[in-house]
């Protein structure tokens, strides 16, 4: 395995600096997938007017967000300031939605923070035209915490609806162990518990996904550089639920691309953003990277290797700052 990782993007200015003449994309413009299929902008996602130049007269069906999360992590706003912003990215996500359509945001709460923006966020959409239909849950491997409190494993995710979008129950996609025992029931005299009743070892996706590999840099998923990349299980698992072949999912927070990978594998159509050309870059050499060699990333290896092959400033030993040690999206780090 290849031992040539790129540090957090965001937390290296001088890297970064070598690697934004490389990124086809400037702020304000649209790739177009010579294949026709999908787009990715480096567009703001709160601002209507980019987003409307990135969809063009096209609807989609289903969105997945996963905005920065307010958290100490990342960049903390005013609680107020962030859902405010919020608001706004709904909305342009509403404006280019056809009318059945499913909404799918993954966000953090901090447990030190009276669970903000979680919270808040759910309370703010209230307001606006979609429905909430589930709180899903997904199991982190590894956790963060002390002995002095739970450890922290969860990530969540918020689905909503508006009109009557599909969703497709995926009994044969799960590969989630039956694991837990009792409800007894008597059958042909015999007290039978429900492992015992059931034909099938494994159950369909409920709203607690314990079968999803976090990412992490033996995976050959893994976009080293990225440091909130999201299983791509668990993103084909929503693709497949709420979006049908051929139809158009967005995401305007690209990052490492994982939306429109899952998009491209399953025969879906993806049109995406992120207002860092970097991401923007990493997500069109992830879909090309993909294409030519039938890899999901680069594992521990990175997507601008032709570029930089191994500065010595990328082997420094990373030592885990607060921030990482507390982020919810923490398990990137190793
Ligand atoms: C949590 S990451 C998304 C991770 C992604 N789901 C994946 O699997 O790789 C959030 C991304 O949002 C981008 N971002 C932050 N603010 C933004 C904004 N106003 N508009 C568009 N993108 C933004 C960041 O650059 C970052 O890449």
Sequence with gaps: MKNNPLPRLDESPELRERLLPHCRLKPGEIWEDPEGRHRVGCLDAADGPAIAR????????????????????????????YIAWCRRWIQVTDAVLAPDAALYVWLGADQNDGFQPLADFMVMMRGEPFAPRSFITMRNQRGYGTQKNWMAVRQELLYYVKGKPVFHVE???????????????EVGGQMTENLQRGRADTIRAGNVW?????????????VSGCYAQKPLKAIERIVRASSR?????????????????????????????DNDPLFCEITIRRLEHSRTTGKLGWQNGHPFENEISSPHFLHKPHSKSRSERISSHSFLFS
Excluded: W
């Excluded at 490492?256 to 399953?266: K, P, Y």
């Design 171 to 185: 009994a044969e996609y799960t590969d989630i162990p039956k694991i837990l025992r009792g409800y007894y029931k």
């Design 210 to 222: 314990v079968d999803v590999q976090q990412v992490f840099y033996r995976m050959q998923e893994n």
């Design 54 to 81: 990135l969809m063009r007269d096209d609807r989609a069906t289903l969105a997945i967000h996963d905005p920065p999360y307010n958290l100490v992590a990342f960049e903390t706003r005013d609680i107020r300031d």
């Design 245 to 273: 072949k051929r139809e158009i999912v967005i995401d305007f927070f690209s990052h490492s691309g994982t939306t429109l990978l899952a998009a491209e594998l399953l025969d879906r159509r993806c049109f995406t953003a």
